[in-house]
């Protein structure tokens, strides 16, 4: 925490509290600068790929190490706690998708392990770029400030609802056909008169279109949430560089609030790998039924 603190106090030094918040949530992009627009496919953020992507080759090693110690004697604490969390997404993969699970369940497992990850990112100390940059500046190199957190990037977590999106359609196509898929879109959930077909495929295009914004927009805003209430508690260690008389107030609320929200968000971490777990799991299993 006192690293932190001495961390988040030279940054304000330097900046308005509005500033050094709005600092810490831009991206680091390949146009240099952020975007300009909500929707713009020329800007790419290069923190968001990057840490997406480790955290995701992260999460397969750690399953495929589970997977190659896995004994058939007494298992080890990593094995139990593993086979725990695989038993519980199978359980749930059975009691939602009614059909052949071979890639579902696995994917499911993924998804977990892999949301796990990129949540806990928000873990890490927000000023930890200045940290590492003052032990490595000896060797003539520095990391670029950039946002350490993937799932506090729209961009992020729209991209992930929106391959579930795709998923749902794939299985929709090979469970019902493209006859029956597109029947259902103009039968369900009025009747199939003709008459109520264009009253039908709108609410079902609404439908899907809810399912891939809110699937994204929920992990995306209770991270980048948590992100800020972060952001809040490192600046109560840097009060007095705003001309306020609260030096004690800042150290001390930044440590007993920074440590309780740490503790909180954990919860939140693993909350949240488990609703889009879970929600993933329940738009895929509605593909493989027929209304």
Known sequence: MSSEVHQAHEAAEQ??????ISEHLQNLT????PQSSIIDFSVVNLDTVFWALLMGFIAAFILLIAARRATPGVPGRFQCLVEMIVEMVNTQAKSIVHGNRTFIAPLALFVFFWVILLNTLDLIPVDWVLGVNHFIKSFGVQVPHHRLVPTTDLNATMGMSLSV???VFFYSFKIKGVGG???ELISTPFGAKWCLAPFNLALNIIEYLAKGVSLGMRLFGNMYAGELVFLLIALLGSVWTFNLDLS???????VIAGSAWAIFHILVVLL???IFMMLALVYIGQAHSHH
């Open 15 to 20: 900046m308005t509290p509005t500033a050094y």
């Open 30 to 33: 390949s146009s240099g600068g």
């Open 165 to 167: 999106l795709i998923l």
């Open 181 to 183: 898929f597109l029947r």
């Open 248 to 254: 004690l107030f800042g150290l001390v609320g930044h």
């Open 272 to 274: 949240q790998a488990f």
